[in-house]
C-alpha cells in the first residue's frame, strides 16, 4: 500500500510568485485535505475535496485554490505569495465519504518559503 | 482565534513513567477528538481518538481521557519509551469534515 507523497519537498519563491504544490493519496482514498502548518503552530486547515469537489474551506483567501483529479491526487495552488504564506504545506488522505474522516493520514510536506 | 489549545511547549519524562499530555478547547460544538504524533521531517501520524458519547478511550500503552464539562482532554502514555520522543498535536472536530489542531507538545522521554 503506498502512502502520501507530496512534491516538491523543498520550495523557494519570491513574493508576488505563484506556486503549485502536489499530493498523491494513499491508495483507495477518496478525499484529500491540506493544511498549512507555520512554524511553532498547529496544522490549519484550508480546505477539503471530496470526489474532484470542494467539500468544506478553512479561513483562507481565494488566492489559495486548489483541484482533485480522477485519480484522487490533488493541487494546491497559491498565488500572489506573501511572505507569510512561507510555511509547512500538508496534505492528507481519508477514505471516508466526504464527511466524517477521523483517520487522516498525512504525507511529509512541502515546505515553501517565501522571499 | 485558537480553539484548541495545547499550553505546554514540550514535556521531558523518565523512560518507563507516565507522560500525561493536555489539550483544551473552547468551542462546544466539537464532538470528536484525535491526537497525532509527529515526527520530524514526517507528517503527523493518526495515534487515537474519542467520540463526545465516551469520556475515556484505551489502545495498548495511550489512554484518551475527556472532561466535556471541562472541555479539556489529556493523553495518558504508560509506560514511556524513548519511541515516543515526538511532537503530539490534540485536534478536534465539530459535525463535519474540519479539524482544528492545537500548537502541539513536544515530549521527549529521557532513557
Known amino acids: 500500500e503506498t502512502g502520501v507523497t507530496q512534491s516538491p519537498t523543498h520550495l523557494i519563491k519570491t513574493r508576488g510568485q505563484q506556486v503549485t504544490l502536489r499530493c498523491s493519496s494513499q491508495s483507495g482514498h477518496n478525499t484529500v485535505s491540506w493544511y498549512q502548518q507555520a512554524l511553532g503552530q498547529g496544522p490549519q486547515f484550508i480546505f477539503q475535496y471530496y470526489r474532484e469537489e470542494e467539500n468544506g474551506r478553512g479561513n483562507f483567501p481565494p488566492r489559495f485554490s486548489g483541484l482533485q483529479f480522477p485519480n484522487y491526487s490533488s493541487e494546491l495552488n497559491v498565488n500572489a505569495l506573501e511572505l507569510d504564506d512561507s510555511a509547512l504545506y500538508l496534505c492528507?488522505?481519508?477514505?471516508?465519504?466526504?464527511?466524517?474522516?477521523?483517520?487522516?493520514?498525512f504525507g511529509p510536506g512541502t515546505r515553501l518559503t517565501v522571499l | 482565534d485558537q480553539q484548541v489549545k495545547q499550553n505546554s511547549p514540550s514535556l521531558s519524562v523518565q523512560e518507563g513513567r507516565i507522560s500525561i499530555l493536555n489539550c483544551d478547547y473552547t468551542?462546544?460544538?466539537?464532538?470528536?477528538f484525535l491526537w497525532y504524533k509527529k515526527y520530524p521531517a514526517e507528517g503527523p501520524t493518526f495515534l487515537i481518538s474519542?467520540?463526545?458519547?465516551?469520556d475515556k478511550n484505551e489502545d495498548g500503552r495511550f489512554t484518551v481521557f475527556l472532561n466535556k464539562s471541562a472541555k479539556h482532554l489529556s493523553l495518558h502514555i504508560v509506560p514511556s519509551q524513548p519511541g515516543d520522543s515526538a511532537v503530539y498535536f490534540c485536534?478536534?472536530?465539530?459535525?463535519?469534515?474540519?479539524?482544528?489542531f492545537g500548537t502541539g507538545t513536544s515530549l521527549t522521554v529521557i532513557p
Open positions: 492528507a488522505s481519508s477514505g471516508g465519504s466526504g464527511g466524517r474522516a477521523d483517520t487522516q493520514y
Open positions: 468551542n462546544s460544538m466539537f464532538d470528536y
Open positions: 474519542i467520540s463526545s458519547i465516551k
Open positions: 485536534a478536534a472536530m465539530p459535525t463535519g469534515n474540519q479539524f482544528y
